[in-house]
């Protein structure tokens, strides 16, 4: 390709080689007409993934891939940023579909929006999968995307910095710095990158053209233990930023063991949910989904014994 790249795609992989070579397949049916290329980080894949990467190659886009041993998606971000020669920088996961559309609709956000924004995406779940009532609840309600709770599109929280679908320019990310690679689990690094983005006056904007497909089905179950390994790492967010300890639930206690007894029979209902749709239990994921985060966060601020 003999144009300046435009776009650095970066895609940090782990363990998925199916649905990753499923979100090459869409980059390489971009209609964007710039030259742009594809950096995936192989974090340690035990799977066909190595054997996928040194056989990929496309005619749209330059390919590298890198490997690391697993040190999560942090540490994936930043060594692909290392070799990033694009004007810009798009973040997805291994297991988002772009929409043909989706780095036009990108570019076109920024050149409406300036060079001290990121560009949110809008992220649905698969069309190909089965999407239950509670990974409804997850795409809108903000444990997991919160697209449902945005109220000025132009100007969203810190913690709307969603690294499965957004983008900034090269310059902006150079100002921000690195990714935070001591969280021990993935989520709170992007968080926390999108504080430090509000901190030096950039701004996160909701673009909603910029569409791709989550290929990726949650069950109430691994959303549950997830809540808990993210609450478990809040201490260290809020140790990092005091500021935002309160907000980050630092203060809150765990609810009296009696109402533990019953926050625990409703997940058990949640689970039961899933095969059972007709026992509607979506009135009782907030609580719960704030009781798994909070055991976490407690488990980890605990003074230990000696």
């Known amino acids: 390709m003999g144009k300046a790249l435009m776009w650095t795609v970066i895609v940090p992989t782990y363990n998925r080689a199916p649905i990753l070579s499923k979100c090459l397949t869409a980059l390489g049916k971009q209609t964007f007409s710039g030259a742009f290329e594809v950096?995936?980080?192989?974090?340690?894949?035990?799977?066909?993934?190595?054997?996928?990467?040194?056989?990929?190659?496309?005619?749209?886009?330059?390919?590298r891939h890198l490997r690391q041993e697993n040190k999560k998606p942090a540490a994936a971000r930043n060594l692909a940023l290392g070799h990033a020669s694009g004007e810009f920088v798009l973040f997805l996961g291994d297991d988002i579909i772009a929409s043909p559309q989706l780095l036009s609709e990108h570019f076109?956000?920024?050149?409406?929006?300036?060079?001290?924004?990121?560009?949110?995406?809008?992220?649905?779940?698969?069309?190909?999968?089965?999407?239950?009532?509670?990974?409804?609840?997850?795409?809108?309600?903000?444990?997991?995307?919160?697209?449902?709770?945005?109220?000025d599109p132009m100007d969203l929280?810190?913690?709307?910095?969603?690294?499965?679908?957004?983008?900034?320019?090269?310059?902006?990310?150079?100002?921000?710095?690195?990714?935070?690679?001591?969280?021990?689990?993935?989520?709170?690094?992007?968080?926390?990158?999108?504080?430090?983005?509000?901190q030096i006056g950039g701004k996160i904007i909701f673009h909603h053209?910029?569409?791709?497909?989550?290929f990726h089905s949650t069950t109430f179950q691994s959303f549950c233990a997830r809540q808990y390994r993210v609450g478990q790492f809040a201490p260290y967010f809020y140790k990092k930023h005091p500021e935002l300890r309160d907000s980050l639930g630092a203060e809150t206690p765990l609810p009296p063991l009696w109402r533990r007894v019953v926050l625990n029979f409703l997940t058990t209902l949640c689970y039961l949910e899933e095969r059972f749709p007709r026992l509607d239990m979506s009135r009782y994921y907030p609580d719960l989904m704030s009781y798994h985060y909070l055991r976490g966060l407690q488990s980890a601020s605990r003074p230990t014994r000696s």
């Open 39 to 63: 950096i995936v980080v192989d974090d340690g894949s035990t799977d066909l993934t190595p054997i996928l990467l040194n056989r990929w190659a496309s005619d749209k886009y330059r390919f």
């Open 108 to 151: 076109r956000a920024h050149r409406n929006c300036g060079r001290d924004a990121a560009i949110l995406g809008y992220t649905v779940w698969s069309s190909e999968l089965k999407v239950t009532r509670f990974m409804q609840y997850l795409g809108e309600e903000g444990w997991q995307f919160g697209y449902s709770l945005i109220t």
């Open 157 to 198: 929280p810190f913690n709307f910095f969603y690294t499965s679908n957004i983008s900034l320019s090269t310059s902006l990310v150079r100002q921000v710095g690195a990714f935070d690679e001591s969280f021990g689990t993935a989520g709170w690094e992007d968080t926390e990158y999108g504080y430090r983005l509000k």
């Open 209 to 214: 053209e910029a569409r791709a497909e989550h």
